[in-house]
């Protein structure tokens, strides 16, 4: 009898061992992700990228039938959703010519001011090939990795504003701490009070608004920015609102990366890809007889009564009827920064009307 | 052992690794309203109580990593949490096999309610912040709600696949 129970007792020690080591190499894993020992993100980010085509092969069957099932339920909604966009793109067409207007004059204001360039970047657009709405982290996983330059830190946007940050880069995929969970925090402006803030991820829809200024009085609605601190995500862009509920204060954010398919990530830091350099085929034709630079400079203020020289009709033509800035366009306003330049700026302007392939990069 | 029967002990392993990946699809039916159930985790329980031998502790334990390798969270807290499940579960082995109807379905509740307890506890020591609990009920209440319709295919493949291929014993 008590050979039989030492028997039983021996055999469930052994048979409880695996459960006891499992346990203990779990608390291991545990204290070892706390302390960001290397390997596991290596590890990590090399098992995701090896369950990258699983993860899309998964994605297929059920994003089409998702999709199925969406196009069924808008079937009937065709005509009037027609209709709708119908009248949305005429809206939208309007408004790109203005928009289209206004960023020239911006470039020309600019260009009158001296003022510093903003910053440019390049971006990646990648697609969502798995979500994690975890009670403990929101995360989402891209397919793009270090192969397309995306790193650590870099910003996700998507149409709608900023989505995020990567926090692991793979070979072929990336995570992305998105901005309400628990471990995120971004800085931010408030707008118009330009008010600097903390935007702390609580894993609820709307994350907080901390390390705000005591005498800071904000108000519903007022709009919420990245404010560019850290030199990591690019300022002005777009996050959401203020939100203030029962002495919280929260941005309700613009982008939802729950429903977020693809998104671009933005390479801060380096400079933007350069265009092929366009050859004298693409080049608009030189006019006749070139306005000398002084009369260029009398007749460019829009003020002036008599526009006669055809560089103020120009711009406005162009802005007006093309789609998209024309390499027409910006000649005239850099003209105009002559009469206010100093001699050394005159020296320079040569070098400035020079065709630069960026300016194109930045109108798209 | 034969190659049927060894391929019939990693079809276990082989749907805990399948619920990770479906639990990490980037659609939400509910507009991510709700966190997505923990698919991996009834694969566990159910092969835990009907073939404990078909799942050991480790095969629990790297269904919980692959969880926690996909999902982009601490490497440790699922793991850990199902690990805690699954010896619960096995120390009661013989209370919940024999658990049929809606009992079967509350004994799961109650497998995933420890799941959610230790993933919270664990979470709370690891961020140092408590953790939201609303998320963790709406996911037990999903997985469990999720484990019903689960439950016949993880039978089916219990007795049309595995168990044919492993015949011998």
Not at chain 1, 206 to 214: M, V, Y
Request: neutral net charge.
């Amino acid at each position: 009898m008590a050979n039989g129970t030492w028997r039983i007792a021996r055999s469930r020690s052994s048979a409880q061992l695996p459960l006891v080591l499992s346990a203990v190499l779990a608390l291991l894993l545990l204290v070892a992700g706390k302390a960001h020992f290397g390997p596991f993100e290596r590890a990590r980010t090399a098992i995701t990228d090896k369950a990258a085509p699983a993860l899309q092969a998964v994605n297929v069957p059920v994003v089409a039938a998702t999709r199925w099932a969406g196009g069924i339920r808008h079937f009937f909604d065709v005509y009037s959703d027609n209709q709708r966009l119908r009248e949305e793109n005429a809206r939208l067409l309007q408004w790109h010519s203005a928009a289209v207007t206004l960023q020239s004059q911006i470039r020309h204001y600019q260009l009158l001011l001296k003022t510093v360039p903003d910053p440019s970047y390049s971006a990646v657009t990648a697609k969502v090939i798995a979500r994690s709405s975890q009670p403990f982290l929101e995360t989402i996983v891209l397919n793009a990795g270090r192969r397309e330059g995306v790193k650590p830190g870099q910003a996700v946007v998507d149409v709608r504003g900023l989505v995020g940050r990567i926090y692991v880069a793979g070979e072929r995929t990336s995570w992305v701490i998105v901005l309400n969970d628990l471990n995120s925090r971004v800085p931010v402006l408030i707008r118009p009070g330009n008010v600097q803030a903390i935007l702390t991820g609580t894993n609820a829809t709307e994350p907080n608004l901390e390390a705000l200024p005591q005498n800071a009085k904000l108000k519903n609605g007022e709009e919420v920015v990245t404010s560019g601190d850290g030199g990591l995500l690019p300022p002005g862009l777009p996050v959401g609102l203020v939100s203030v509920s029962g002495g919280e204060i929260k941005a309700a954010l613009f982008a939802d990366p729950l429903t977020a398919g693809e998104v671009r990530i933005l390479n801060f830091t380096s400079p933007i890809e350069q265009m092929p350099k366009p050859s004298d085929k693409d080049l608009p034709a030189p006019p006749v007889t070139p306005p000398s630079p002084q009369a260029s400079a009398v007749q460019q203020p829009s003020e002036a009564p008599k526009p006669t020289a055809q560089t103020v009709h120009t711009v406005a033509s162009a802005l007006a009827a093309s789609p998209r800035p024309t390499r027409t366009a910006p000649h005239p306003t850099r003209h105009a920064v002559q009469p206010g330049t100093e001699p050394a700026d005159q020296a320079r302007q040569p070098d400035d009307t020079a065709p630069n392939p960026t300016d194109d990069q930045n109108d798209q | 052992m034969s190659i049927p029967s060894l391929f019939a002990a990693t079809i276990p392993l082989l749907c805990g690794l399948i619920g990770v990946l479906l639990s990490c699809m980037p659609v939400s039916l509910t507009g991510g309203m709700v966190p997505p159930p923990l698919l991996g985790f009834m694969p566990v329980y159910f092969w835990c109580l009907i073939r404990p031998d078909l799942m050991p502790a480790a095969v629990a334990f790297a269904v919980g990593l692959a969880q926690d390798l996909l999902t982009g969270g601490p490497v440790g807290l699922w793991t850990a949490s199902f690990i805690a499940s699954y010896a619960f579960v096995d120390r009661q082995r013989d209370s919940f096999a024999g658990l049929a109807g809606i009992g079967a379905i509350l004994g799961f509740a109650l497998a995933m309610l420890i799941v959610s307890g230790a993933a919270f506890v664990i979470g709370w020591v690891y961020f140092w912040h408590v953790p939201p609990v609303t998320p963790l009920l709406l996911q037990v209440a999903v997985s469990v709600l999720c484990y019903i319709p689960v439950l016949p295919v993880l039978h089916w493949v219990q007795q049309r696949v595995v168990g044919p291929l492993r015949s011998e014993f």
